[in-house]
């Protein structure tokens, strides 16, 4: 009987030393070192996405007559990334993936219809084709609740994503802003607005990050500047000039604010449920580049993903952010030293892309931020 006992606490205490082992890992499987090697919290979470057209192969295993091309005839083009070139021979970045349509009528018109690829809300429709490059297209925001470990600098319960069709033939009859949506609802028919070539209609498709949730401050005081800028420059030219027209104004959901995530790795990692983990990808994008700037208030972006702030919680004075060559922010720091202009801290220049989104540049050996990287790196940083 002694013997028996003892065979059994033996045994509890094995199984207990297991359990404990377990809950060291899953306590640390979802964290990620810092550049000081400590460990920091990092969301795991996952959603279920679903293909948003007939096309169900979108993991990139396939692309002819399933993405659609530029007009150069190369499926690839429609894919994620640095797949197009500009009219200077560098790569352009494309923010999403071009899907082809599956169905045409008799005149050519794509019959495709395009559905919500998860369950969220409604939060923007741009009905008329001529105010966005993106012609007619729909917004939908998706929550993930973040488990309450990863909580430890702010207290959000659940973070934000988005998904985006655009170029659209039709939004669907009674879809309304605000209004919760179900995976696989219809938002609209595939098309080929604004003025896209018919034969090359397609449905345009991302599912990101959102820069700031204060963009349309943001924008609305670009706009201001830019005004003024024109008006100064009126007085001192002889011939009148037509006052620049304002841009349209999409509050948040406007591309600039918008960062999109490569959809085929996304639908390539889900799993039998079709559940994607969005930070798990987001932890396996290589560094582009690393910069520090000041910044007197946690930046935005960090309270709605506070996943990704690593280290000690935010404190006023000079930040490090790592980006992708997209110009995703994968994750933020404090960051010690002083100044106030932005500094480029390291570059890795074998990425293919870390100059195709335009948001930095070399000159003399010398690394900085473009005009544009200046305005994205001003949208992230924003408050009012």
Request: charged share 20%; with cysteine.
């Amino acid at each position: 009987m002694d013997n028996q006992r003892s065979i059994q606490n033996q045994m509890a205490a094995i199984l207990k030393g297991i359990i404990a082992a377990l809950v060291v890992f899953t306590a640390t499987a979802g964290r990620a070192q810092t550049s000081e090697g400590g460990l920091v919290p990092f969301v795991l979470e996952s959603f279920r996405l679903a293909v948003p057209t007939g096309q169900l192969t979108l993991d990139g295993s396939v692309v002819s007559n399933v993405f659609m091309h530029t007009g150069s005839g190369d499926p690839r083009n429609g894919l994620y990334g640095f797949t197009r070139l500009a009219n200077d021979g560098k790569p352009r970045f494309h923010e999403g993936i071009d899907i082809a349509p599956l169905k045409r009528d008799k005149r050519n018109v794509p019959l495709d219809d395009v559905r919500a690829a998860a369950n969220g809300e409604v939060v923007y429709i741009n009905g008329v084709p001529g105010r966005s490059n993106y012609g007619r297209y729909v917004v939908l925001s998706h929550t993930i609740p973040l488990p309450r470990e990863s909580n430890t600098l702010y207290s959000a319960t659940q973070t934000q994503i988005y998904t985006l069709y655009s170029h659209l033939a039709s939004i669907a009859s009674g879809l309304k802003t605000g209004q919760s949506i179900s995976s696989g609802t219809v938002v609209g028919r595939l098309g080929n607005s604004p003025d896209i070539p018919l034969a090359r209609a397609h449905l345009h498709f991302e599912c990101g990050l959102i820069q700031n949730s204060e963009f349309r401050r943001w924008f609305q005081m670009d706009a201001a500047r830019a005004k003024a800028l024109a008006e100064k420059t009126a007085k001192h030219t002889p011939k009148p000039r037509v006052p620049p027209t304002p841009p349209p104004d999409h509050g948040m959901w406007n591309g600039q604010n918008l960062m999109g995530l490569n959809p085929c790795e996304l639908f390539a990692m889900r799993d039998e449920e079709q559940t994607a983990d969005i930070f798990r990808h987001i932890s396996m994008q290589p560094i582009a580049f690393s910069i520090a700037c000041e910044s007197r208030q946690i930046p935005d972006y960090f309270r709605r993903y506070p996943n990704l702030w690593f280290g000690p919680p935010f404190r006023p004075g000079l930040i490090r952010l790592d980006v992708d060559e997209t110009g995703v922010v994968l994750r933020g720091s404090n960051h010690s030293g002083a100044g106030e202009d932005a500094v480029i801290l390291g570059v890795d220049d074998t990425l293919p892309g870390v100059e195709g989104r335009r948001l930095i540049s070399r000159t003399n050996d010398r690394w900085q931020l473009t005009s544009s990287g200046k305005d994205w790196l001003e949208i992230f940083l924003f408050h009012p």
